[in-house]
């Protein structure tokens, strides 16, 4: 099975920073990689696939980059409304597999 | 809008039965490969399993922690989605989540449209 991993596993930041997620695969899975937003209480809401590409609806203060086995997530200019919990997944190979998530909270 | 709406959770005994269905509405049903995903303060997010769209004969792929266990299978005539989980044990308690993939090839298949949960618990 591919495992997925995320760095950090908590991160607190203020409105207006910039912050990063890293997210890594246990091998190398193209860019078949997704990013999902989990509030509490709530369904995760899918914001990239392939690695790069935003879900229709998400606002462009969110990218993804990379490649291989090292992804990023990057939120810009947080606003009040992104403070959750965010997860990676590998779709490469079955079975799919998800991060464990990250926890971005407000400082 | 692409909805897709859990029902069926419930208190259920180890060793029992239970079957999970998932109405799906605003898009083509058989087009779509469908995903069952649970959830655990714990373990975090699991996928357990895949039902492939009508071009793929609505084949299945399972997690090896269900497998033999857990079955998906689709009513496609009323758009209803199935997991169907025998043998149960206290450790597949968690928010079962009824997930649609992309149509098409180019993107990939992940769990783009996520249901609103429906929760299980297994306990006597």
């Known amino acids: 099975d591919i495992q997925m991993t995320q760095s950090p596993s908590s991160l607190s930041a203020s409105v207006g920073d910039r912050v990063n997620i890293t997210c890594r695969a246990s091998q190398g899975i193209t860019n078949y990689l997704a990013w999902f937003q989990q509030k509490p209480g709530k369904s995760p809401k899918s914001l990239i696939y392939?690695?790069?590409v935003l879900h229709s609806g998400v606002p462009s203060r969110f990218s993804g980059s990379g490649s291989g086995t090292e992804f990023t997530l990057s939120i810009n200019s947080l606003q009040a409304e992104d403070f959750a919990t965010f997860y990676c997944?590998?779709?490469?190979?079955?079975?799919?597999?998800f991060g464990p998530g990250t926890r971005l909270e407000i400082k | 809008e692409v909805q897709l709406v859990e029902s069926g959770g419930g208190l259920v005994q180890p060793g029992g039965s239970l079957r999970l269905s998932c109405a799906v509405s605003?898009?083509?049903?058989?087009?779509?490969?469908m995903d069952w995903v649970r959830q655990t303060p714990g373990k975090g997010l699991e996928w357990l399993g895949r039902s492939r769209d009508k071009d793929n004969s609505y084949s299945t792929e399972y997690a090896a922690s269900v497998k033999g266990r857990f079955t998906i299978s689709r009513d496609v005539s009323k758009n209803w989605l199935y997991l169907q989980m025998n043998s149960l044990r206290s450790e597949d308690t968690a928010v079962y989540f009824c997930?649609?993939?992309?149509?098409?090839?180019?993107?990939?298949?992940?769990?783009?449209?996520w249901g609103q949960g429906t929760q299980v618990t297994v306990s006597s």
């Open positions: 997944l590998q779709y490469k190979a079955y079975p799919i597999t």
């Open positions: 605003g898009f083509a049903f058989s087009d779509h490969y």
């Open positions: 997930t649609r993939a992309p149509g098409g090839i180019f993107t990939g298949f992940y769990p783009e449209y």
């Open positions: 392939a690695a790069a």
